[in-house]
């Protein structure tokens, strides 16, 4: 018989993994929904030093998300505007394309800790990113190991035919 998982975690108890970048894209992050018994929606801590950010500035086609931030303060920027935030502020990131395109800043001088929340039923997603023209299309991934399922991401200009290689 399997054990059910626990359906509570202390955050303090959540796994972090480097995740970086460069010298801009600087995070420790740990996914835990499916440590609780989530399924078909993502939970994610994140901690983000000084001056860096997590991600780049993008936007999920099929992914909505939503922030709580824990600590620090920094800059949502959405879409094209940017908004100050601070401990206990919520941010919404629906569904859409580039006019819903976000990213989180830490702009403040100590760590920047937030929750991830993203529902999403259908397991798969395109995502694009406006500002380096990229698109990444995942189905059955997994972003805890980053592992499993399909993962692309490319330029539209790159596109094949839909005919390419058949006979």
């Not at 993994?17 to 994610?44: L, P």
């Not at 920094?74 to 919404?92: I, S």
């Not at 580039?98 to 702009?107: K, M, Y």
């Not at 399909?150 to 390419?164: A, K, P």
């Amino acid at each position: 018989m399997t054990e059910q998982p626990k359906p509570v975690i202390n955050l303090a108890d959540v796994e972090l993994r480097d995740s970086s970048h460069g010298e801009t894209f600087k995070a420790q992050i740990g996914s835990f929904a499916g440590r609780i018994g989530m399924s078909g929606m993502g939970a994610m801590l994140h901690e983000v030093p000084p001056g860096k950010k997590a991600f780049p500035f993008h936007a999920h086609h099929m992914t909505q998300e939503l922030f709580v931030i824990l600590e620090g303060e920094g800059t949502y920027r959405f879409d094209d505007k940017e908004y100050p935030v601070k401990a206990m502020d919520v941010l919404a990131a629906p569904a859409g394309g580039a006019e819903v395109a976000h990213q989180i800043v830490n702009t403040g001088d100590k760590m920047l800790r937030y929750l991830g929340i993203s529902a999403n039923s259908a397991g798969g997603d395109v995502v694009e990113y406006p500002d380096s023209g990229k698109f990444a299309v995942s189905s059955r991934f997994d972003w805890a190991t980053q592992s499993g399922g399909v993962r692309f991401v490319g330029r539209q200009q790159d596109s094949i035919s839909y005919w390419d290689g058949e006979e």
